[in-house]
């Protein structure tokens, strides 16, 4: 029993409701939101640390024992992604102060940001399959209003769209587990892990796991991403910036955990389908990035890229692919995160986002242009920064296996990311500026300290990958040894 | 255009207090019997709906006067004020306790925290459900 793993769910819904009652201090709810966030990230380094010396933890619901109640379960694996979010939404919010506005600070965004982490920690953590598809439908409750709110008429269509396909997707999530139940008769993780290995999962079980890999899937943006372009490039900066770091990749964890704990017998069947929707995704994410011609489009299908790279380290299933492939979660979050901020940015100082109508942006903005560059370099994997040791390890796990055909795929696909964003950098930032020093419109202060804590934290995992590497490798052990994981809950 | 509706409205006086009641016995049946905080707020929140329906906007805000929006909040934080409750007792989260009292007039009573929580779902119940209700038709 540890009381706190449960705060990084239940301290953000507290302080959004509170927040709903301050709707008129615009100070007040700037502040609380943002220690509320600090607070969680600090919570959730104490847990990650804890579990190093303790083991993974439990947290059993009114002391319910599993299998019959509900509980939270904390591993290597869901600390790091909830200090991972939790960070990247305090230094969200650091430049939503300075961007977002007065019209959506009184709308209740800070409460509907708070509701959306609160949702996306929940799906970390939780040990109950049901409980996941309540925590995913707070998080998507909470994006649904995000894309909407300010109510543009692109907004408005899009959002349609974007609430229509996870409509649909959580329907298919309900009927999933509707059959699991039935066979199974358990919705704890581990249990289900445990009756699935009596019964070698056989086909009908194989069949109820293809589709939750199509529910994830829709989620995750794994080859099912028709929604995401669109949905992803509508609502204001930072909100963007929040779902391309958060939103894909709570569907990336319940791929990876559904895969690795609950259905991993019958590899044959599910990571070959996993490592051929992983591969097309590549293709298409590449095409559309090669093929786009604002910046914007360019950077949401730089995020489908990350989704299909990352999902082959869990195609190809050993223990340093899913080490690279945590490596690589974690710095496609940080990344992705700071990219659509600088891509907001670009479209605030210039009022363009077509590429080839600007130019000399680093002339006037500097500091801007050289973090935008550090991000690209992170992105295609050059080694000092994040990117590097996540590449590495996937390759690596993808040459042990002999899985050529998905390593030259990863490989050419970082190359395109490269390129992509090469040529914002050389059209947007390079050149001649028309604009004069004097004229150029201000940065927000707000903005650049979020710039450049983001581009430290993605320098930190990147040199810093030895210090983080413990925590790394004992999320992919517990991953690759599902018994770890089950013990600690059943026999507990 | 005003519609006759005295029959409506007539019946509506009667008949608002039993569905009240009704929700008011559900609401504290629940935790041990069918009922509890949920469908003991649906049925409360369909007898203001039902008030705001026959009667107009103005009278029903005159008699209650609450932003339904914070009532919904107010319900959030008593649910959650319950179940983080428990944590400063060092017991797990959502942990819930009871136990017998025994009052001068009225004899021995069980009292529960559940009760709390439940308020708290009610309250949320209510909140949701009339705002939305509201909201809807304001629109025209």
């Known amino acids: ?492 | 255009m005003k519609i006759n509706d005295v029959i409506l409205r007539t019946v509506v006086k009667g008949v608002v207090f039993i569905i009240l009641t009704l929700g008011v016995y559900l609401f504290f049946s629940g935790h041990n019997a069918p009922g509890g905080g949920f469908i003991g707020g649906l049925v409360l929140g369909s007898g203001i709906v039902l008030l705001y329906i026959t009667y107009d906007l103005e009278t029903v805000h005159r008699k209650m006067p609450f932003d339904f929006k914070k009532v919904a909040g107010l319900g959030v934080l008593l649910a959650t004020g319950s179940a983080i409750g428990a944590i400063f007792f060092d017991a797990p989260f959502l942990s819930q306790t009871d136990a017998y009292f025994t009052f001068p007039v009225i004899g021995e009573k069980h009292l529960t925290t559940v009760t709390i929580f439940e308020a708290g779902v009610a309250l949320t119940v209510i909140g949701t459900l009339v705002t939305i209700i509201l909201s809807i038709s304001e629109d025209e």
């Open chain 1, 1 to 492: 029993m540890n009381n706190l793993l449960v705060l990084p769910l239940i301290i953000p819904i507290i302080t959004a409701v509170i927040l709903v009652f301050l709707r008129e201090q615009v100070i007040l709810q700037r502040i609380i939101s943002i220690v509320t966030m600090v607070f969680i990230s600090i919570i959730s380094f104490l847990l990650l640390n804890t579990v190093q010396t303790e083991g993974i933890l439990r947290l059993d619901f009114s002391g319910w024992l599993p299998p019959f109640g509900i509980l939270f379960v904390g591993d290597s694996f869901s600390i790091i992604l909830v200090l991972t979010a939790s960070i990247i939404t305090s230094i969200c919010l650091l430049y939503a102060f300075s961007t977002i506005g007065d019209r959506h600070e009184k709308m209740f965004f800070y409460p509907f940001v708070l509701f959306l982490i609160a949702g996306v920690n929940g799906s970390f953590l939780t040990g109950d399959i049901f409980n996941l598809f309540v925590c995913f439908e707070v998080m998507l409750l909470a994006s649904y209003v995000l894309v909407a709110l300010g109510g543009r008429k692109k907004q408005l269509r899009e959002s349609l769209k974007y609430v229509l396909i996870n409509v649909v997707a959580s329907w298919m999530f309900l009927i999933a587990l509707a059959f699991l139940y039935g066979t199974v008769k358990t919705l704890n993780m581990a249990h289900i892990a445990v009756r699935v290995a009596e019964a070698g999962q056989d086909p009908l079980l194989t069949t109820v796991a293809i589709l939750f890999l199509v529910v994830f899937s829709l989620k995750a943006g794994l080859l099912l991403f028709f929604w995401l372009p669109g949905s992803y490039s509508v609502p204001p900066t930072v909100v963007q910036a929040l779902f391309a770091a958060l939103l894909t990749k709570v569907g990336i964890y319940a791929l990876i955990r559904t895969f690795t704990l609950m259905f991993p017998l019958n590899q044959d069947v599910t990571h070959t389908i996993i490592g051929v929707m992983a591969g097309i995704t590549l293709i298409a994410g590449c095409m559309g990035a090669l093929a786009g011609r604002d910046i914007y489009t360019i950077a949401t299908y730089n995020v489908i890229i990350g989704v299909g790279f990352i999902l082959i380290g869990l195609a190809v299933g050993t223990e340093a692919s899913l080490t690279g492939a945590i490596y690589y979660l974690i710095h496609d979050m940080l990344a992705k995160a700071l990219l659509f901020l600088l891509v907001g940015m670009v479209f605030f100082v210039s009022g363009e986002s077509i590429v080839k109508k600007m130019n000399g942006l680093i002339q006037n903005y500097p500091l801007f242009g050289w973090i935008y560059f550090l991000v690209m370099l992170a992105l295609a994997g050059i080694p000092p920064l994040s990117g590097f040791m996540g590449k590495v390890l996937i390759g690596q796990g993808a040459i042990e296996t002999g899985s050529y055909v998905l390593l030259a795929l990863s490989f050419a696909s970082s190359i395109i990311v490269l390129y992509s964003l090469l040529r914002i950098f050389l059209a947007s930032f390079f050149g001649e500026s028309t604009i004069s020093f004097e004229d150029r419109k201000p940065i927000p202060k707000g903005a650049y300290l979020a710039f450049v804590l983001l581009a430290i934290s993605i320098v930190y995992v990147g040199v810093g990958a030895e210090s983080i590497a413990i925590y790394v490798k004992d999320a992919a052990r517990t991953l690759m040894n599902p018994s770890i994981y089950i013990d600690a809950i059943l026999k507990g």
